[in-house]
Structure formats: structure tokens, C-alpha cells
């Protein structure tokens, strides 16, 4: 069964405000197995949106409209879906009573304008609002359905959850799921090289990769008649995925970062983190504390960003920063060496490079960065080029070095 | 002149990712002057895509398309487009070497499905791609003007700017200038109703208020012939504006952030700064790294996130911890204090509180944060009680952070 979406707004063409009931409503029809082909956006314009209800109406089972269901003259998207499927508007007495009861709690005067609200097509089943004004409403015609909904997304997620939801269910067969599988230390093309074989022979369950900066996932959909069925449908294709990437894969849970599997790694292995950035300037902190929970395996972090810093904070030695300059393998080697010593903890990461847009040379350009990780006095430097500009270098940077981490202290012995 | 925007990817209709570059296209089209009509989403299909392709030349001057002009097969965009407008593909040498570079110095091997991205339609006028692989396009056919742009964020928007922008303003007649207030330290309703006579006497210019996190943005439009009559236009509202919210006015410039402004401050006063956080993990830090040249005046910062890094990096005592507990407005003043002492700069920020979602009580909840700034051996401490979840508090932290840092230092005299 095929679903299209039509937002109506203005300030959406405008870029006032981002479409995110798009995204929740696509990712809702996905799970219920509702194939979507088309969004689109059109503005409170009557001749406009008229086209876009018959094109939706055309190409599609089920159109869902969002916005455009408000009190003011410029919401149209009640009355010009209702006049395209031939529908007279009538007066819902419940409609009526709901918007009564909403003024009156609040004590404000109910405004003319707001009777516009209660009426409904004949025939239409109402969904009651409860956040707000504006009802819902739900058009059958010729084995086509309109789903209307309210634009504020605290209005329409608990009308859709509660009431449009079930409705679909019962018009949907079969369902898809999803599996991501999450990599990293892997570019996109080499990742697509590797499945090529499988990208060719897909067709249930389909085989896809999106690439995230310093990271690809790879996506398996399968559609079944219900949940459990396209899970074993989608066990052999991922056991080969996870096979052929190996360790390069950090998570098969949608919900998992990267900074979450590094800080459940250090966690089972019992291992504390410090940080020890420059160029990246605490985003790798940053980071790792936006995982709840954190504070069991990171305990300190320094930004240093000068050298006088790096000397003071970390035991940097005069001699290297003169030497080997701020931006060299030697100087990120003492700066894990120094962090660890300094805060007893079991891993240290360190980072120095040039951001941009200032401060390269022909020798040491712009994106040049070295990484490096001390696990229990292993320590390990890499060096790395990035393109891009600041903000791209520090975002890759950090990729980098947490990828580093976890290949680090996976690849740790304790041989004592 | 009537554009129309066209997403291309199926991870949209999935609802995988937000679209967030139709919202910033829109936004950038309505300043440039141009009227957007549809947007619209259409996933990796080659038949669908054509139909949208047709669709949007048939009624727009300019469709701009974003994303699918990736390596892997499944990125559609460039083939189908060309095709629509009978344009042949060839390799473009310029964008052939661009793409040897970029792997190059990344020391990674090009494969065979990379050259794809080399291949443009002939006749089209190729953009650079500053932070990526696949180059962008503008092809032009009988009056009608197709932009392609890439999907990631960081890759589409350092385009447009330099290199569409310039292309679109030469096409278009009259213009629309913007100014942008920015305001911190106040809420929306506050501001709201501070120029509610300015906002329902506008015409042109338009005046309309938006909420950021921790922060207010007036912008001011007007639509003239040109840009120096439109300028000429928002003069006496922008002084008016500048007038009613004084100090809280951090910048006029569109391009200035709240960081960027501080940073500014602080090398006006010739100040260097310190950090001292604890439930921001680095995120002021790293939001302060994200201006170039911050190096002249940020030297250090701290992630004590353990209460026994506050002691040995900050010299938080031992009983204050015990007797106020760490999210207390006495350690976030040691902390503010240490940092001064221990780095020798003039000011330093600290910050201590409950993220969440765990670690509350009654008496000290979810979303209780203490900030701390010392200019110059003066230490003031403020309560804050914020909304949200994990990412808002810490969020709305750093914003208020950077506001009580901004306010201390411009208030501060040196009376010596």
C-alpha cells in the first residue's frame, strides 16, 4: 500500500521552519510497511494545493496532509481536500462541544473564526485533538484515503499514535524492519566495493549504505507479513554483512553512537578515559558526556591548546614542542603519555593537528592531524590528512580518534 | 522568478534523516528575492525521479536538486536530470584531478565507481566541491535552470554560498535584504511583546522574531530594487530595534555567533580565557574552538568531570565538595577560582550541574546548573533551573554560559 505526504505551510517554503513531521510520519508509514514514493510541500494557496490533492489522490492509496487546519482564512487544506473528493462540510456537534470546553478552561473568549473548526466532510471519521483546536479528520472515497492532520507536532504525534496508527494498522498487510549495521574506519566506496554482490542480488530484503562523516551504515529491510517473519528473513544477509566487515562494525542497534559502543567497551573492560585535545578543542569530551552515564569510565579531560599548556597540563617537553613542532607524532605521543601519568587512568587519548582555516604550510598543511591513544602505556600515534574546512577537519578528527580508541583497546593484550 | 526544490533520497522518504537543506535552500531562495511554490521529496528511483524532474522544470524557472550525486549506483540524480534534458555525459578533467587529490591525501584508493562523480553533463557549469567528492552542477536549457548540489550538509552549503548565490543573484530582479538582531539573555514572549507595536505596524520592512536556544533573532526585511535602497529601508527600524534591547544585543552581522562574539569581547579587553566544566563535558570549549583564531585568546580549558579532578586540577577543597555537594555555587566559584590561579588568564567560566536523565532529587533536580565566571579575581555565581532532556540542559548551559561571560565581562571596571 502506497502513502504520499503533503505538508501545507507557507513558513515551511519559506524556511521558517523545518519539516520534521515529515521525517516522524515517513519513519511511522515505514515501520507499518506503507511504501513512500513522494513528500512535497505546498503553500496555504488554494489553486496550488488543489493540484497536489489530485496528484496525491492520483499515485497513491493513502495521502496524509499536515497543517493548514487552523482558524484563520489562510488554512485551506479541510476545505479544498473536501471540495476535490466532493464532500460538503457539516457542523460536528463533538467538534463543537471540544472546542467550548478548550476556550472555556482557558478562560478566553471563543472568536468567531474558531467555528470553522467544527466542520467536518460528511461521511469523515473525526479525530479528536488533544492538544489543541483543530480536529482531525480522516476522508474515504473510491478506496482512496485522506488523513488530515494538525501541523504543531504536539498535536499531531499523540493524534497519530493514538488514532491514526491503529486505523492504518488494520489496512496494512505486511510490515518492514530494519537492521543498521554501523561501521567505522571504513570510506563509503570501499564499503559499497565489498557488497557490490550483494547490492546487485538484493530485492527482499534490500541492501543499502549511507555514508555519515568518518562512518558508513549499512541498511537491511526486509518486508514481511509481520515483525518476527522479516526479522529471519533478514538473519542470513546480516550475518554475512557483519562476516565480511568484521571489527570495522561497532553496533547493529539503531540507537547506538559511536561514543556510546567506545563507552561501553572502556566499561567492560574496566578502563578510564582522559582526554588530552588541541585542534579539536573538547569536542571529543563533548562528545563522549552526551552518553548518559558517562561519568563510570570519563573522569577528566584537558583542552590545550597552547603550547604553554600542553607543557604544563600534560608534560609536554619544551625540547619536542621546539623540536618536532605542536602538530607532530612526537608531541601527540608525550600528550597521551602525559595525560595517563597524570590522571592514573587505563586510556588516554590525544589529538593535534591544524583545523584552518589559518596555520598550514607546504610541510604541514591544513587537515594534517596526529592521533594518539595510550592504553596502559601502549602508545600508539597515527597520522591523518583531512579535507574539508574547520568544521569538517574537527568533525573528522573526532570520528577518527574515537574509531583509534576502540581499535586500540580491542587490539590491548594485558600480558602481564 | 519561481524555483522549486527536489530532494533526492530515499533515507528521507524513510524518515531516516531530517530534511534539513530544504529548510535552509528555502530560506536562502525567499532572501535572494525568488518565490518557492513546491518543494518535494522523491526517493532513488529512476522512473519516479524523471517524473519529478519533468514536473518541476515544467513549472519552475529554477529547480534545485539535492542530494544522490554520490559514487554508488543508486545515486540517480545527475543521470536522470541530464537525460530529462537531453544533456550527454563526459569527464570533466577538472573535477577528475579534484578527485584524485582528495583521495590522494588521504592516502585511500580511489575505486572504480569513484570516476562516476567526474562525469558531468556537457555544456554545464561544474562547482567545486570544498568538502567532498562529487561535484555540483549548473545546467541551463531553454530559459529553464536545473542547480544539482550534494546532500551532505557541510558539502551543500559552503557551495551555495560561494559559488550558487553569486549565480542566482545575477538572475534575479528585485531583491530582498535582511538584517538579523541577535539577541541573548531574554526569552521570545519577553521580546515578542517588547516590539509588538513594530511587528503589527509592519509592512516594508517585515519584522519577525526567532527562538534558539538560549537565545532571541530579529530579522528585519525589506524588498527594493536594489540593495542599497533596501538597506536605506531597514535603517530606522533596525536603530529603533538596537534601541529597546541595548546590551542584549550581541550582534547585527548574520555570520556572528554568540561564540564568536565573546571571543571578539575578549580580545577587545585583551583577556585570555579558561574553562573549568563539569556537566558540559568540553561542549563550551569546543563551541569556543569553533571560531578561527581563538587561539590568541583561549589557552586551556578543563573537563573535571569527577570530583577528584576538581581537587587536583582545580583545587576544589575536599570539604566544600562534602558540605555544599559538587552541584553547589561554592565549587562552581572554586572551580572559577582554581581555573584563574592555575593558568594565569584574566577570566575563567565554570560550570557545574545535573544533566540528567539520572542524578536528580528533590531538592536537587534534573536540570539545576550552577555557572561560575571570574574577571580578574572577581567571581560571580548563578543559579539556573533548565527544561529537557540531557542534550537541552547541556545545550541551554553553554548558551547561558557564554551570556553570563559576556555581561561579567562587559561590566567589568578595572579600578586599579
Known sequence: MVVELISVGTEILLGNIVNTN??????????LGLSCFYQSVVGDNDGRLSEAVRT?????????????????QDDLTKETVAEVMNKRLIMDEDSKDHLIAYFDKRGIELTVNNWKQAMVPEGSKVLINENGTAPGIIMEDNGKVAILLP????ELIPMFENQVKPYLLQKTDGVLHSVTVKLCGM????????????????????????????????????KEADANKAKQ??????????????????????????????????????????TAESCTGGMIAARLTDVPGVSEIYKTGFVTYANKSKKRELGVKKKTLKGHGAVSPQVAFEMAKGALEKTKAQVSLSVTGIAGPGGGSDEKPVGLVYIGCNVCGKIVTEKYNFNGNRAKVRESTVVAALTLLRKCVMEFKDTE
Chains 1, 2 share one sequence.
Do not use: W
Open 22 to 31: 515529515a521525517a516522524y510520519l515517513s519513519k511511522q508509514c515505514a515501520d
Open 56 to 72: 496525491g489522490l492520483s499515485r497513491a492509496d493513502i495521502v496524509i496532509f499536515t497543517g493548514g487546519l487552523g482558524p484563520t
Open 151 to 154: 501541523g504543531p507536532p504536539n
Open 187 to 222: 570510506g563509503e566506496s570501499k564499503v559499497e566495493t565489498m557488497i557490490e554482490d550483494l547490492i546487485n542480488q538484493q530485492s527482499n530484503p534490500t541492501i543499502a549504505t549511507y555514508a555519515k562523516t568518518g562512518e558508513v551504515h549499512i541498511r537491511i529491510t526486509a
Open 233 to 274: 528473513l533478514i538473519k542470513p544477509l546480516l550475518k554475512e554483512v557483519k562476516k565480511r566487515f568484521g571489527t570495522h562494525v561497532y553496533t547493529t542497534d539503531e540507537q547506538v553512537t559511536l561514543e556510546q559502543a567506545v563507552v561501553d567497551l572502556l566499561m567492560d573492560k574496566g578502563f578510564t578515559l582522559t
